[in-house]
């Protein structure tokens, strides 16, 4: 069997967005979901599975950490530590 790159997810309090998929994808996310909880034993809804997928997407982009590296170097102070658990 395949492994999936999600994991189990994480209980945080969330901020509500509202986004506009296309059916494609949403079908696509449905049926990761349900793949996903047939190997975890626990029943995932679909949408629960977006802010994982795009955090692990976000923390896999080389180029998007490269810069935002940079980005923090240049605002802070020199010497100044980085804030906790970065």
């Known amino acids: 069997m395949a492994k999936l790159k999600l994991g189990p997810l994480e209980?945080?309090?969330p901020v509500?967005?509202?986004v506009e998929l296309p059916a494609a994808l949403h079908r696509d996310l449905i049926a990761y979901a349900e793949i996903l909880g047939r190997e975890s034993g626990q029943a995932v809804e679909p949408a629960k599975l977006i802010a994982p997928m795009i955090e692990r997407f976000m923390a896999t982009d080389?180029?998007?950490a490269k810069m935002r590296h940079a980005a923090r170097s240049r605002s802070q102070p020199?010497?100044?530590a980085p804030?906790?658990?970065e």
Request: no cysteine.
């Open 78 to 80: 020199a010497g100044s």
């Open 62 to 64: 080389r180029g998007f």
């Open 16 to 18: 509500k967005i509202s």
């Open 83 to 85: 804030p906790r658990g």
């Open 11 to 13: 209980d945080d309090k």
